[in-house]
């Protein structure tokens, strides 16, 4: 109990009686020499004697290695970053979303001296003299375990070191006293001793207490975390009141805790952990850490005033400010790690769950490619647009889209939109949702890759004339329902024919084909087959993967893998993942072939399918690109790039509804210019596409061949 607000009054107890005293003494002086002992033996050669080892006999004598894996992987909060620009450094993101809140401390002058005092003067006073164990404890707690052996049910009683409570939570993670344990907690606090520097121990005492939950409804863990969960502060600017209030909780924090998961404990808790935090004070004055003025001061500080509030916290986690950004990160972290460790065989075990919670959990700085500004203009301006609704099983759904912006010689990820008017049953649409691509897939599967064989050129003529589908009596139609004839490549992908793109996949056929998509990052599936050069997916690709696709054209045929992340630092600092160190750019199409093809994709906007909304609307830049329509209109696409960025845009339904099918035109222009205008350096006016060198010589493809005449069109289609 406390008596006025500086005295600490003792309980008193019945003197002893003489027999009882010199019995305590007796084995106290015993204990000490047997400790001594112990101490020693644990330094030269360590192993335990005599009455210890009994109780040790089990205890495995650990190594520096055994330690540190104990006290140095802790969880810890990881934070993500958006990319750095010109003027300024990376800019946070946020935190990722986890329920527990750990911040490392490296230093002890990262704390604040009051702290750092608190803690001494009350859990500890001789810490920076013993040797992991205090001698004036260990007669009680030997009296005590022999009056248990002989019979008498005494509970066991604190005295614990600062070493002794860190071997305690973080290495025997025992938390009922028995004399067993505490054998075992001074053998591995006198070893502990022996392995790390008082300072070391100290600071890993301070990042291993947990002090319940904060304002921000997150465990915290470690006293930075505290500071911040509890009063909003950096841990080496607490004021001296609150460091008394933070070192005072340690021995309860769910009762000392003034953020408790019962908000009606609240007010009893505060009360309970300020009579506490006058302990602390008082040990401090006894101690002399502090001076009276400074404990008079301290006394009258109002705690409750000055305790974060849960509105400080509302945009710092990243789940919330940037939801779909920091998931999709986070997603992509995990693959990363999961690489990193794949052939280690502590991780060999760990399944895809467990790399995920190490994202969150593991202390890392993930710098991303993300452009704040793109970013945000991007998805304003897709927020901006109106877009059409439909009924699904008596259920109103708007139609989505997802896009994403690649730089064309890194394959940095700029921006990217995963939908709108989104909630936790949509589907992510940038980077998850995998849709039917439509003729988007035309210059990857056909034109670029038969160009690249040596088999087609801009110029070759192609006769358009109808087709058969494979193993089906039925034919290829185009869009418009008619046939051309004789058109160059450059008209029938210009216009989107169906039936020349089918032509020439033939001609290319489908295992060389194919071996082109995974060379852009993109696996067809098994079961996918010549309808997949239309579009046609068994079940189809991201507009991530599209947009990068893109991006190897624009790049000479340089293909680099799309990403969100370039660096990734573990929680000392150190690159434990570097994008362009590990990932290399590698050559899928020729330069000269890329060049061809991209001014092939230049007449698709200047006056093709794609010159009508898009054309008109990007006026001053030069942009190529690939228009896309599913079946019945259920997914719609435009894909385009400048000489600088790829952009791919996706619109559809999430279920199979028919879509807008100018929405995608409509929306990539509008996303187009909302970059441009945001960063027009990235996106500079009137840059043109620069020519390598080489070109693609002329290749006959169908050019011995006549135009079919309406009586052979008829024929074939009986």
């Given at each position: 109990?406390?008596?006025?607000?500086?005295?600490?009054?003792?309980?008193?107890?019945?003197?002893?009686?003489?027999?009882?005293?010199?019995?305590?003494?007796?084995?106290?002086?015993?204990?000490?020499?047997i400790v001594l002992i112990l101490v020693t033996a644990v330094g030269a050669i360590g192993v335990g004697v005599g009455y210890i080892s009994a109780y040790a006999k089990d205890e495995k004598l650990r190594t520096r290695a055994d330690y540190d894996?104990?006290?140095?992987?802790?969880?810890?909060?990881?934070?993500?970053?958006?990319?750095?620009?010109?003027?300024?450094?990376?800019?946070?993101?946020?935190?990722?979303?986890?329920?527990?809140?750990?911040?490392?401390?490296?230093?002890?002058?990262?704390?604040?001296?009051?702290?750092?005092?608190?803690?001494?003067?009350?859990?500890?006073?001789?810490?920076?003299?013993?040797?992991?164990?205090?001698?004036?404890?260990?007669?009680?707690?030997?009296?005590?375990?022999?009056?248990?052996?002989?019979?008498?049910?005494?509970?066991?009683?604190?005295?614990?070191?600062?070493?002794?409570?860190?071997?305690?939570?973080?290495?025997?993670?025992?938390?009922?006293?028995?004399?067993?344990?505490?054998?075992?907690?001074?053998?591995?606090?006198?070893?502990?001793?022996?392995?790390?520097?008082?300072?070391?121990?100290?600071?890993?005492?301070?990042?291993?207490?947990?002090?319940?939950?904060?304002?921000?409804?997150?465990?915290?863990?470690?006293?930075?975390?505290?500071?911040?969960?509890?009063?909003?502060?950096?841990?080496?600017?607490?004021?001296?009141?609150?460091?008394?209030?933070?070192?005072?909780?340690?021995?309860?924090?769910?009762?000392?805790?003034?953020?408790?998961?019962?908000?009606?404990?609240?007010?009893?808790?505060?009360?309970?952990?300020?009579?506490?935090?006058?302990?602390?004070?008082?040990?401090?004055?006894?101690?002399?850490?502090?001076?009276?003025?400074?404990?008079?001061?301290?006394?009258?500080?109002?705690?409750?005033?000055?305790?974060?509030?849960?509105?400080?916290?509302?945009?710092?986690?990243?789940?919330?400010?940037?939801?779909?950004?920091?998931?999709?990160?986070?997603?992509?972290?995990?693959?990363?790690?999961?690489?990193?460790?794949?052939?280690?065989?502590?991780?060999?075990?760990?399944?895809?769950?467990?790399?995920?919670?190490?994202?969150?959990?593991?202390?890392?700085?993930?710098?991303?490619?993300?452009?704040?500004?793109?970013?945000?203009?991007?998805?304003?301006?897709?927020?901006?647009?109106?877009?059409?609704?439909?009924?699904?099983?008596?259920?109103?759904?708007?139609?989505?889209?997802?896009?994403?912006?690649?730089?064309?010689?890194?394959?940095?990820?700029?921006?990217?939109?995963?939908?709108?008017?989104?909630?936790?049953?949509?589907?992510?649409?940038?980077?998850?949702?995998?849709?039917?691509?439509?003729?988007?897939?035309?210059?990857?599967?056909?034109?670029?890759?038969?160009?690249?064989?040596?088999?087609?050129?801009?110029?070759?003529?192609?006769?358009?004339?109808?087709?058969?589908?494979?193993?089906?009596?039925?034919?290829?139609?185009?869009?418009?329902?008619?046939?051309?004839?004789?058109?160059?490549?450059?008209?029938?992908?210009?216009?989107?024919?169906?039936?020349?793109?089918?032509?020439?996949?033939?001609?290319?056929?489908?295992?060389?084909?194919?071996?082109?998509?995974?060379?852009?990052?993109?696996?067809?599936?098994?079961?996918?087959?010549?309808?997949?050069?239309?579009?046609?997916?068994?079940?189809?690709?991201?507009?991530?993967?599209?947009?990068?696709?893109?991006?190897?054209?624009?790049?000479?045929?340089?293909?680099?893998?799309?990403?969100?992340?370039?660096?990734?630092?573990?929680?000392?600092?150190?690159?434990?993942?570097?994008?362009?160190?590990?990932?290399?750019?590698?050559?899928?199409?020729?330069?000269?072939?890329?060049?061809?093809?991209?001014?092939?994709?230049?007449?698709?906007?200047?006056?093709?399918?794609?010159?009508?909304?898009?054309?008109?609307?990007?006026?001053?830049?030069?942009?190529?690109?690939?228009?896309?329509?599913?079946?019945?209109?259920?997914?719609?696409?435009?894909?385009?790039?400048t000489p600088e960025i790829s952009l791919g845009v996706w619109t559809g339904y999430e279920y199979n509804l028919p879509g807008d099918t100018s929405l995608a035109n409509r929306a990539w222009a509008r996303l187009f210019k909302a970059a441009a205008n945001a960063d027009p350096k990235r996106i500079p006016r009137?840059?043109?596409?620069?020519?390598?060198?080489?070109?693609?010589?002329?290749?006959?493809?169908?050019?011995?061949?006549?135009?079919?005449?309406?009586?052979?069109?008829?024929?074939?289609?009986?």
């Open positions: 109990m406390i008596r006025g607000l500086s005295g600490v009054a003792k309980e008193k107890n019945k003197k002893p009686n003489l027999v009882r005293k010199t019995f305590r003494w007796f084995f106290r002086t015993i204990f000490v020499l894996k104990y006290l140095t992987n802790w969880s810890e909060t990881s934070y993500a970053y958006f990319r750095p620009t010109e003027e300024n450094s990376p800019e946070l993101i946020g935190r990722f979303h986890n329920a527990q809140d750990r911040q490392l401390i490296r230093s002890l002058s990262e704390v604040s001296p009051y702290l750092l005092n608190a803690f001494i003067a009350t859990e500890d006073r001789e810490f920076y003299k013993h040797l992991g164990i205090s001698p004036r404890s260990l007669g009680r707690v030997f009296y005590e375990q022999l009056q248990n052996l002989l019979g008498h049910d005494i509970q066991t009683t604190g005295g614990s070191t600062i070493t002794q409570q860190l071997v305690r939570s973080e290495i025997l993670g025992e938390r009922i006293k028995t004399g067993e344990r505490k054998i075992r907690e001074m053998l591995n606090a006198v070893r502990l001793e022996k392995y790390y520097g008082k300072n070391e121990i100290l600071i890993k005492y301070l990042n291993s207490t947990y002090y319940g939950q904060g304002a921000n409804r997150k465990h915290l863990y470690g006293v930075a975390a505290a500071a911040r969960g509890i009063f909003n502060k950096e841990v080496k600017d607490l004021e001296l009141a609150q460091a008394a209030y933070i070192a005072g909780m340690v021995q309860r924090p769910i009762a000392y805790s003034p953020f408790p998961s019962k908000k009606e404990k609240q007010d009893e808790n505060l009360k309970n952990g300020t009579e506490r935090m006058k302990i602390v004070l008082h040990n401090m004055l006894k101690t002399r850490k502090i001076t009276k003025q400074q404990y008079d001061q301290a006394i009258h500080f109002d705690i409750k005033a000055s305790l974060a509030k849960p509105e400080d916290f509302k945009n710092e986690d990243a789940l919330n400010t940037y939801p779909f950004l920091i998931t999709t990160v986070e997603d992509e972290a995990t693959d990363i790690l999961q690489e990193l460790y794949k052939n280690d065989p502590d991780f060999k075990d760990k399944n895809r769950s467990y790399f995920r919670r190490k994202v969150k959990s593991g202390g890392y700085k993930i710098y991303t490619t993300v452009d704040k500004k793109l970013y945000e203009e991007l998805n304003k301006a897709a927020d901006s647009m109106q877009y059409p609704y439909a009924w699904y099983k008596e259920k109103k759904m708007h139609e989505q889209i997802g896009a994403s912006m690649v730089d064309n010689k890194t394959g940095d990820i700029l921006a990217f939109v995963s939908g709108v008017n989104m909630n936790e049953e949509n589907e992510e649409h940038a980077f998850m949702a995998r849709n039917q691509t439509g003729s988007s897939m035309k210059p990857l599967l056909a034109y670029g890759p038969a160009m690249n064989e040596g088999i087609l050129s801009p110029d070759s003529v192609i006769i358009d004339e109808p087709l058969k589908k494979e193993w089906s009596s039925e034919y290829y139609q185009n869009a418009d329902t008619k046939f051309h004839g004789r058109v160059s490549a450059t008209k029938a992908l210009q216009w989107s024919y169906n039936l020349p793109a089918v032509k020439i996949f033939r001609e290319l056929g489908k295992e060389k084909a194919f071996k082109y998509l995974p060379l852009m990052g993109m696996q067809p599936h098994k079961n996918d087959g010549e309808s997949l050069v239309l579009g046609g997916a068994t079940v189809g690709f991201t507009v991530t993967e599209m947009t990068g696709a893109y991006a190897m054209i624009a790049n000479h045929g340089q293909f680099n893998k799309p990403h969100l992340i370039n660096r990734i630092e573990d929680s000392t600092g150190k690159v434990v993942f570097d994008f362009h160190q590990s990932n290399k750019p590698h050559q899928v199409f020729k330069p000269e072939v890329t060049y061809a093809l991209t001014q092939m994709l230049r007449t698709v906007v200047t006056s093709g399918t794609a010159s009508g909304q898009i054309g008109s609307a990007t006026s001053g830049y030069q942009v190529a690109g690939k228009t896309g329509t599913s079946n019945d209109n259920y997914d719609l696409w435009f894909v385009g790039y009137g840059t043109s596409f620069t020519n390598p060198g080489g070109s693609v010589p002329y290749k006959c493809f169908e050019c011995h061949r006549s135009a079919p005449t309406p009586d052979d069109k008829k024929k074939q289609t009986e």
